[in-house]
Nanobody, 122 residues
Framework: VQLQASGGGLVQVGGSLRLSCAAS????????VGWFRQGPGKEREFVGY????????SYASWVKGRFSFARDNDKRMVYLQMSSLKPEDTAVYSC????WGVGIEAEEYHYWGQGTLVTVSS
């Protein structure tokens, strides 16, 4: 499966943004999708995941209800809705896919898309 994240941009503090992850290839509905981000000068960190069916999601503790995932397997799309954005959310956001369950570690994901930059200005 090939992935491509999009939807990043410049947003003000407190604003919202929706990122998209478009997949190509077969059997997308069998992959769980995770989101990771890497801020300037920071390590890559886990944002959350959505299971293959879309019935299960999990978020990093720092998300605190500000982000949510959705997926449309017919369209091979996963969405990351972000709200109440803070300057510390500035990062390149990447989506990744894995088979056989879900995971919070980047090393568990087999396929990665090119990230999209989100910049939150104060």
């Amino acid at each position: 499966v090939q992935l491509q994240a999009s939807g990043g941009g410049l947003v003000q503090v407190g604003g919202s943004l929706r990122l998209s992850c478009a997949a190509s290839g077969s059997s997308f509905s069998t992959y769980s999708v995770g989101w990771f981000r890497q801020g300037p000068g920071k390590e890559r960190e886990f944002v959350g995941y959505i299971s293959a069916s879309g019935l299960s999601t999990s978020y990093a503790s720092w998300v605190k209800g500000r982000f949510s995932f959705a997926r449309d397997n017919d369209k091979r799309m996963v969405y990351l809705q972000m709200s109440s954005l803070k300057p510390e959310d500035t990062a390149v956001y990447s989506c990744a896919a894995k088979t056989w369950g879900v995971g919070i570690e980047a090393e568990e994901y087999h396929y990665w898309g090119q990230g999209t930059l989100v910049t939150v200005s104060s």
